[in-house]
C-alpha cells in the first residue's frame, strides 16, 4: 500500500486562484499590514513570501518594521493606528518576537476583524465556542481544508494531535471537534506516544521534531498530515518519516508542498473575509 499524497501545493494553487478572480471582479484592492519585530532572518523570508502571495492575488501589502529595541508602547501605537486606519483590513504581527515583548499582550491589541492570523485571545475564544464570527488561524484552517478535501467525511473520526500551541495543535483541536471528530491532543510530556498515534484514524504532527512520527506509530489506512517544518542538513523536512509512513498510511501530506502552501491561502482568505466583513456592499 502507498499513500496518496496530500498535495497542498496544488490545492493552495486553487484557493489563491479563486481569490484572485474574486478580487479582480470587485476591483478592489483590500490591505494586509505585517509588523515585524527586530529582524529575524526567518521571520524576514516569511514577510517577504506573504508579500508576494498577497501582491499576487492583487491585495496591497503594507510592512512596518520596528526595531527590536523599541519598547511595547510604541509597538502597541502602532497597532492601535493600524486597528483605526479604514485602509488597512488585516494586520499580523510576525512570531515570534523578541524576547522582551509579551506575545500575548501584544496579540491581544489587535482588533479581532482585523486580526487575519486569528491568534488574539477574541478570535482563539471565538473559535473555542464555535461561532461562525471566528478568524480561525491560517494552519489548523489549512489543515482543515486539507483533509476535507481529500477525505469525504470527518464526523467520529478519531483525529490524534502532537503537539498543543497556540497556533497550531490547540485551534486545530477546536476545528476538528467542531467537525465531530474526537480529539486527541498531545504534547512533550505525553506518556506512551506512539500508542496514542496508533489509535488516530487521523495523525497530526505538529511538534517540530524531525522525522519523529514512524510507521509503526500509524494504523494501517491512518491519514498522516505533517505541520512539522525543520530544517536538517539544509534541506526541509517534517515531523513524519515520509518515506516509512507512505507504506502504512492511506493519505499523507509532504513536506515541502503540503500544509505550508496551505497557509499562506488561508492567510489570504482570512484577509478577503476581513475586507468584505468591513465593506458588506462588495
Ligand atoms: P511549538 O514549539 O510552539 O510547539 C510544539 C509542540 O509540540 C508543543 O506543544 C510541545 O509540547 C510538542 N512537542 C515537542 N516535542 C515533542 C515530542 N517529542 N513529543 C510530543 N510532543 C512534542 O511549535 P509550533 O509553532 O506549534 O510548530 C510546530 C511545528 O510546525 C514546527 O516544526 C513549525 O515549524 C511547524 N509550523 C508549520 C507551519 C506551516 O505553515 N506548515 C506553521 C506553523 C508551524
Known amino acids: 500500500m502507498t499513500a496518496v499524497i496530500m498535495n497542498g501545493k496544488e490545492v493552495a494553487m486553487n484557493i ?4 484572485a478572480e474574486e478580487i479582480a471582479a470587485t476591483g478592489v484592492s483590500p490591505l494586509l499590514a505585517i509588523v515585524q519585530v527586530g529582524d529575524n532572518p526567518a521571520s524576514q523570508i516569511y514577510v517577504r513570501n506573504k508579500h508576494k502571495a498577497a501582491a499576487e492575488i492583487g491585495m496591497k501589502c503594507r510592512i512596518c518594521y520596528v526595531p527590536e529595541t523599541d519598547d511595547e508602547e510604541n509597538l502597541r501605537n502602532l497597532l492601535l493606528d493600524l486597528n483605526d486606519n479604514d ?21 491581544s491589541w489587535i ?15 471565538l473559535l473555542q465556542m464555535n461561532s461562525p464570527e471566528a478568524v480561525v488561524a491560517a494552519t489548523p484552517q489549512g489543515v482543515l481544508a486539507l483533509l476535507k478535501h481529500y477525505l469525504s467525511d470527518l464526523r467520529g473520526k478519531h483525529a490524534v494531535i502532537i503537539g498543543r500551541s497556540n497556533i497550531v495543535g490547540r485551534p486545530l483541536a477546536d476545528l476538528l471537534l467542531n467537525q465531530d471528530c474526537t480529539v486527541t491532543v498531545t504534547h512533550s510530556k505525553t506518556v506512551n506516544l506512539p500508542d496514542i498515534c496508533r489509535q488516530a484514524d487521523i495523525l497530526i504532527a505538529a511538534c517540530g521534531c524531525p522525522k519523529m512520527v514512524k510507521a509503526d506509530w500509524v494504523k494501517k489506512g491512518a491519514c498522516v498530515v505533517d505541520v512539522g517544518i525543520n530544517r536538517v542538513d539544509g534541506h526541509l523536512v517534517g515531523d513524519v518519516d515520509f518515506d516509512e509512513v507512505k507504506e502504512v498510511a492511506s493519505y499523507i501530506s509532504p513536506v515541502p508542498g503540503g500544509v505550508g502552501p496551505m497557509t499562506v491561502a488561508m492567510l489570504l482568505k482570512n484577509t478577503w473575509n ?5 465593506h458588506p456592499l462588495v
Open 16 to 19: 489563491r486562484k479563486v481569490l
Open 87 to 107: 485602509d488597512v483590513n488585516g494586520i499580523i504581527v510576525q512570531l515570534p518576537l523578541p524576547q522582551n515583548f509579551d506575545e500575548l499582550k501584544i496579540l
Open 111 to 125: 482588533k479581532y476583524i482585523k486580526d487575519v492570523d486569528g491568534f488574539s485571545p477574541t478570535n482563539a475564544g
Open 274 to 278: 476581513a475586507y468584505k466583513k468591513q
